[in-house]
């Protein structure tokens, strides 16, 4: 027990550290990339007990029960439905070991522990997941104008000035497909590559 509780206290219980491109095919994470959908890991940290894998289109959290078991969990949030707040690193104390990522995606909260000798990386995993938080906020702020388009249009129907009836279906289909392409397309960019390239230089 005092040995547990002086490991917590000086940040060695499980402290994770960034594994390069060189050891990304070695990390269980790669068994569950989307490859054929040309997705691929950009930054990943590795704990005795889990790997936090950032690809271009989403997290890959392999979450490990205990460091000395092999049971897995395997969660997925990609970006285009997980929004990205919260960002921040909280810096090591004079005894600490270890420096902490913190962020969330909708309503679930990472804490990541990693040992501080990795402190310039995890500088560019900061600046990637804010900049993916904006693009995200923009992108929401766009889909609901589009849906207010779409309500302007109702009204003009509703005025009885909207093309006759037998242009109606035409109309319909057309505004449908526009929308459905404005909101699942154009305003929500679901593969950050641009920003992981510009980000991260490990």
């Known amino acids: ?7 917590e206290a000086l940040g060695i219980s499980d402290i994770g550290v960034i594994i390069g491109p060189a050891d990304y095919a070695k990390v269980d994470a790669d068994d569950y990339l989307f ?3 040309g997705e691929q890991i950009f930054f990943l940290i590795k704990s005795k007990k889990d790997e936090y894998c950032f690809t271009n289109l989403a997290l890959i959290h ?7 078991s092999s049971k897995r969990s395997i969660k997925r949030y990609d970006y285009a439905s ?20 913190k962020f969330r995606l909708d309503d679930t909260v990472f804490s990541i522990d990693i040992k501080k000798t990795f402190i310039e990386q995890l500088k560019d995993i900061y ?4 900049s993916i938080g904006k693009q995200q906020r923009r992108d929401a702020v766009c889909r609901d104008n589009a849906l207010r388009t779409l309500d302007a249009t109702a009204s003009v129907h509703k005025l009885n000035i909207a093309p006759g ?13 526009a929308v ?3 909101m699942l397309d154009t305003y929500t960019k679901r593969d950050f590559s641009d920003v992981f390239t510009k980000y991260i230089h490990n």
Request: hydrophobic fraction near 45%; charged fraction near 25%; avoid cysteine.
């Open 127 to 130: 600046k990637a997941l804010i």
């Open 165 to 177: 009836a037998g242009g109606l279906v035409s109309t319909y289909g057309e505004l449908l497909e």
């Open 180 to 182: 459905n392409t404005a």
């Open 62 to 68: 392999v979450d490990g029960d205990s460091a000395v």
């Open 82 to 101: 997980h929004a990205v707040t919260g960002v921040s690193i909280e810096t090591a104390g004079t005894l600490d070991m270890d420096i902490e990522l």
């Open 35 to 37: 490859s054929e959908d």
């Open 1 to 7: 027990m005092f040995k547990r509780l002086a490991a």
